[in-house]
């Protein structure tokens, strides 16, 4: 990913920078509103504004359309797949850009899928003479699509993602345009790391929940084996365990069910607010 240009300034950096060319004067002008750093701010207010991923990338499609389609229609899908086990977490920012991005899924191809997999962009200004993912152009030719540009967003460890952009004018992706472009998935890609960082921490406390819920449904169980039939833990723990297998029943299900019946209610882990 090249760094922001100087003379991109304008919209990521010092108010009243130059901006190149006057197609993209509105953006500019966007910069009494968006004040030094103000997209990369904006970008993190929609993260804490949607703490899940889902929403999170939903408004990134529609800010990144709002934001970059000021010199003609622009459509925009973002692709995220957290690991390579991981199915493709999507969102998009309208129903036109949402059906174009389902077919390079149903093909598992495509050139924003490209542009994750390779971590390179894939700029086509003429999808009607584009030789590659044929079908995919023709396609999108039938939709009124002229032209795409599909960034990759830098993310860390096994996490890839990729910002897709779909314009009906092929004049649109002029080269001040994908230099602004570049400039706004820098920023996107910051956003976007802190949200995954943010979802996988969650994933993880609720398995380590999880984990230690089952353990504490078990324990009491082993204890309530151990008091009734004054053995020891090891002794209990297998009368446990022989007993699920002979019911077909997962150890922490049966153990959960005997504290239940015991207490009266399911148990809590000691951990838990009350």
Not at 100 to 120: F, I, K, N, S, T
Not at 126 to 151: I, N, P, Y
Not at 220 to 234: E, F, H, N, P, S
Request: charged share 25%.
């Amino acid at each position: 990913m090249e760094e922001i240009p100087e003379e991109m300034s304008g919209f990521f950096g010092a108010v009243g920078g130059s901006v190149p060319g006057p197609h993209l004067h509105m953006v500019a002008q966007e910069v009494q509103a968006l004040p030094p750093s103000e997209a990369a701010a904006r970008l993190q207010d929609l993260l804490v504004d949607h703490p899940d991923v889902q929403a999170f990338l939903q408004e990134l499609a529609e800010f990144a359309a709002a934001t970059l389609g000021r010199d003609g229609d622009t459509y925009c899908g973002v692709t995220l797949q957290r690991s390579v086990h991981e199915q493709l977490t999507v969102a998009s920012s309208d129903a036109k850009a949402r059906s174009m991005d389902e077919v390079q899924y149903e093909h598992d191809d495509g050139p924003c899928l490209h542009a994750l997999r390779v971590h390179d962009e894939v700029f086509i200004p003429d999808v009607r003479s584009e030789g590659r993912w044929s079908g995919f152009m023709e396609h999108v030719a039938t939709r009124g699509v002229g032209a795409m540009f599909c960034l990759p967003l830098d993310l860390e460890g096994s996490a890839r993602a990729a910002l897709n952009l779909y314009a009906e004018d092929a004049s649109v992706f002029s080269d001040d345009y994908r230099r602004v472009a570049r400039a706004f998935a820098l920023q996107a890609s910051q956003a976007l790391k802190l949200a995954v960082r943010v979802a996988q921490q969650a994933a993880t406390a609720e398995d380590l929940h999880s984990v230690l819920q089952s353990r504490t449904e078990i324990d009491l169980a082993v204890g309530i084996i151990m008091g009734q039939d004054r053995c020891t833990q090891k002794e209990a723990f297998d009368k446990l365990r022989r007993a699920s297998n002979a019911r077909n029943v997962k150890v922490r299900v049966l153990a959960a069910g005997m504290v239940a019946g015991f207490n009266g209610s399911i148990p809590r882990a000691h951990f838990e607010p009350s």
